[in-house]
Antibody, heavy 124, light 107 residues
Framework: QVQLVQSGSELKKPGASVKVSCKAS????????MNWVRQAPGQGLEWMGW????????TYAQGFTGRFVFSLDTSVSTAYLQISSLKAEDTAVYYC?????????????????WGQGTLVTVSS | DIQLTQSPSFLSASVGDRVTITCRAS??????LAWYQQKPGKAPKLLIY???TLQSGVPSRFSGSGSGTEFTLTISSLQPEDFATYYC?????????FGGGTKVEIK
């Protein structure tokens, strides 16, 4: 069965970096796009962007350029989200979520499987 | 960006009630809309895509309709496990966006 298993909670100080992992199993990793979604405490869902798991090409949503980097290690079917220069407002749960299309064609841009989420807390 | 406005933002209902949630898009998005359910402390779960296609394994009491700018999610008979927050998501724009959410609580 399809599973996305994310790394555990992180507590970081402002200015530090964090790398969240999302390990996929139960399907061919390089045949489906991977998205990242942020949910601040008590808030709604915010799409951060996606990565083509075949080419490694990332696309970032507005507000997630510069400090946010999506990457892959296809040898272990894992996607990564790295956030640098952390700020208190980066405190959130971060989800990886699969789309059933490697190229994110319009009719298949929804998210059919989600990781369990990783809480990143930024506090001094 | 395409904005999605959900209404109501909060809904109090009883088991067995018929519940309808509306999602309005700031511009036409054809039928490129999905609905998700999220329970506290859990990841969202896909319910419906293409506005009205039920995801495999989702109970048939959930249904979706609409096209263009107005969409609805209906739960025909609310069950105890349906108390959650529901989000719509537009797929039409390359920059995906979610609605603000509708929290369904027990009356």
């Amino acid at each position: 069965q399809v599973q996305l298993v994310q790394s555990g909670s992180e507590l970081k100080k402002p200015g530090a970096s964090v790398k969240v992992s999302c390990k996929a199993s139960g399907y061919t990793f390089t045949s489906y796009a991977m998205n990242w979604v942020r949910q601040a405490p008590g808030q709604g869902l915010e799409w951060m962007g996606w990565i083509n798991t075949n080419t490694g090409n990332p696309t970032y949503a507005q507000g997630f350029t510069g400090r946010f980097v999506f990457s892959l290690d296809t040898s272990v079917s894992t996607a990564y989200l790295q956030i640098s220069s952390l700020k208190a407002e980066d405190t959130a749960v971060y989800y990886c979520a699969r789309s059933p299309s490697i190229t994110m064609i319009v009719r298949s841009r929804y998210f059919d499987y989600w990781g369990q989420g990783t809480l990143v807390t930024v506090s001094s | 960006d395409i904005q999605l406005t959900q209404s109501p933002s909060f809904l109090s209902a009883s088991v067995g009630d018929r519940v309808t949630i509306t999602c309005r898009a700031s511009q036409g998005i054809s039928s490129y809309l999905a609905w998700y359910q999220q329970k506290p402390g859990k990841a969202p779960k896909l319910l419906i895509y293409a506005a009205s296609t039920l995801q495999s394994g989702v109970p048939s009491r959930f249904s979706g309709s609409g096209s263009g700018t107005e969409f609805t999610l209906t739960i025909s008979s609310l069950q105890p496990e349906d108390f959650a927050t529901y989000y719509c998501q537009q797929l039409n724009s390359y920059l995906l966006t979610f609605g603000g959410g509708t929290k369904v609580e027990i009356k």
